[in-house]
Antibody
Framework: EVQLLESGGGLVQPGGSLRLSCAAS????????MSWVRQAPGKGLFWVST????????YYADSVKGRFTISRDNSKNTLYLQMNSLRAEDTAVYYC??????????????WGQGTLVTVSS | EIVMTQSPATLSVSPGERATLSCRAS??????LAWYQQKPGQAPKLLIY???TRATGIPARFSGSGSGTELTLTISSLQSEDFAVYYC?????????FGGGTKVEIK
């Protein structure tokens, strides 16, 4: 059974940093691209970033490029999102998602339960 | 960037009735479109990919159709557990983009 468990969310001040993690199990982690998708309170879904299965290709939404870094440790079956220079508009539930292939672009076939990031002073 | 527009924003339907949800793309996405269902407090769940292929375990009352710029999700006979928000997402090009969602509520 595919399981994705996010952690690392919390309250951070504007300009601060946070690192999210997503622990994966139930599949061969290194064979699949992974993404972060966020959802601001009461709003829709917004794609943030994707990393290929081997970690050699990364993609970012323009609004986070240069501030966020996606990475993965295939030996630990874990996906990361390093978020720097955080802004109030980054406040959202952050979901990690698995894609059905190694590169993409793709749809997301499995989603984690999400972790809430609140950027506020 | 491909802009995805969903309509209507809210759809009021009685249980047992048919619901038709629309997703329009600003440029062709071919059949590279997925539909998700999200219930309050839960993560999205994949319903349809490839515009018309049901994901594993999804009931046959859910069907997707269309290609190019006009795509549709149809729920043939709404059950109580189907009242939720539905999102379309294109994966024809980077960046991945989602529609704004259609909320299906009980009439």
């Amino acid at each position: 059974e595919v399981q994705l468990l996010e952690s690392g969310g919390g309250l951070v001040q504007p300009g601060g940093s946070l690192r999210l993690s997503c622990a994966a199990s139930g599949f061969t982690f290194s064979s699949y691209a992974m993404s972060w998708v966020r959802q601001a309170p009461g709003k829709g879904l917004f794609w943030v970033s994707t990393i290929s299965g081997g970690g050699d290709a990364t993609y970012y939404a323009d609004s986070v490029k240069g501030r966020f870094t996606i990475s993965r440790d295939n030996s630990k079956n874990t996906l990361y999102l390093q978020m720097n220079s955080l802004r109030a508009e980054d406040t959202a539930v952050y979901y990690c998602g698995k894609h059905p292939g190694s590169y993409g672009p793709y749809y997301i076939d499995y989603w984690g339960q999400g972790t809430l990031v609140t950027v506020s002073s | 960037e491909i802009v995805m527009t969903q309509s209507p924003a809210t759809l009021s339907v009685s249980p047992g009735e048919r619901a038709t949800l629309s997703c329009r793309a600003s440029q062709s996405v071919s059949s590279n479109l997925a539909w998700y269902q999200q219930k309050p407090g839960q993560a999205p769940k994949l319903l349809i990919y490839g515009a018309s292929t049901r994901a594993t375990g999804i009931p046959a009352r859910f069907s997707g159709s269309g290609s190019g710029t006009e795509l549709t999700l149809t729920i043939s006979s709404l059950q109580s557990e189907d009242f939720a928000v539905y999102y379309c997402q294109q994966y024809n090009n980077w960046p991945l983009t989602f529609g704004g969602g259609t909320k299906v509520e009980i009439k």
